[in-house]
């Protein structure tokens, strides 16, 4: 055999494959994370978590509310912590005529709200990591039922 490139020509192994070692990304990803979260909490997060539980409590006083009171909540939850987690959209017909009622109610500001505040945090390079979840949050608040936050 002349060289190693004729092993591979011919798709047979030879001694002179390359091995490159597994790189295990998952203890520094959950590190990003952390950071990311805290971050996130320090410069807003946290209020504006404590905005969406305020506003879940408020709906909840009524039978009729507790509908949109859990979905407060469940913004809430994202916004307490949003790196790390994502979003996984489904429900029927029931929660797509319960998302209509919601955009023509609130759910088209709050959304241009997180837009906004996405695009802000775009304007630099550290700051685009946080424009995402901005981005990510806005489509929730736009079209919460039948979404369900899920762990990475």
């Known amino acids: 055999m002349e060289s190693s490139a004729a092993g591979w020509e011919n798709g047979t192994t030879t001694a002179y494959e390359i091995h490159t070692p597994m790189i295990h ?17 320090v410069l807003g997060g946290l209020a504006i978590a404590f ?17 949109l009171g859990v979905q407060a909540f469940k913004m809430a939850g994202l916004t307490l912590t949003p790196f790390g987690k994502t979003v996984r959209y489904g429900g029927g017909f029931g929660s797509t005529l319960a998302n209509i ?6 759910g088209i500001w709050m959304a241009l709200g997180y837009v906004a505040a996405g695009l802000a945090n775009c304007v630099t390079i550290i700051g685009i990591p946080f424009g995402i979840q901005s981005f990510k949050m806005a489509k929730l608040a736009l079209w919460p039922f039948g979404a369900q936050i899920q762990d990475l």
Request: aromatic share 8%.
């Open 51 to 67: 905005g969406w539980a305020v506003i879940g409590l408020a709906l909840c006083i009524t039978i009729v509310g507790i509908p």
């Open 101 to 106: 009622i919601w955009v023509v109610l609130a």
């Open 25 to 41: 990304t998952s203890e520094n990803e959950e590190n990003m994370r952390l950071i990311g979260n805290i971050l996130w909490l």
